[in-house]
Nanobody, 124 residues
Framework: QVQLVESGGGLVQAGDSLRLSCAASGRTFSSYCMGWFRQAPGKEREFVASISWSGSSTSYADSVKGRFTISRDNAKSTVYLQMNSLKPEDTAVYYC?????????????????WGQGTQVTVSS
């Protein structure tokens, strides 16, 4: 089992950048596929990005491709989401999630472990 804690959210202007971090507890982080999801008010939780246990495979939602980058540091048990060229429509609570697997998953239902979320607000 792993516990996840997100940080790095905040209020920024359109075009700015933010880097989210998700720190994991537990000794098996390096065997986990990690994902970032977001949920805006009144909307369903949606996939943003995911990364394999080794970092060699990644997947992105079309809406963030080319602007967001997911990465991980297994030595620090941390996964990151670098967000550039932020838009007002990126405003949401961002969650990290984990699943012990060698594969890469993009569906929220496939992830058993979740953090508490961090708010990202992008003003126009």
């Amino acid at each position: 089992q792993v516990q996840l804690v997100e940080s790095g959210g905040g209020l920024v202007q359109a075009g700015d950048s933010l880097r989210l971090s998700c720190a994991a507890s537990g000794r098996t982080f390096s065997s986990y596929c990690m994902g970032w999801f977001r949920q805006a008010p009144g909307k369903e939780r949606e996939f943003v990005a995911s990364i394999s246990w080794s970092g060699s495979s990644t997947s992105y939602a079309d809406s963030v491709k080319g602007r967001f980058t997911i990465s991980r540091d297994n030595a620090k048990s941390t996964v990151y989401l670098q967000m550039n060229s932020l838009k007002p429509e990126d405003t949401a609570v961002y969650y990290c999630a984990g699943r012990p697997t060698i594969l890469v998953y993009t569906a929220a239902d496939d992830y058993p472990y979740w953090g508490q979320g961090t708010q990202v607000t992008v003003s126009s």
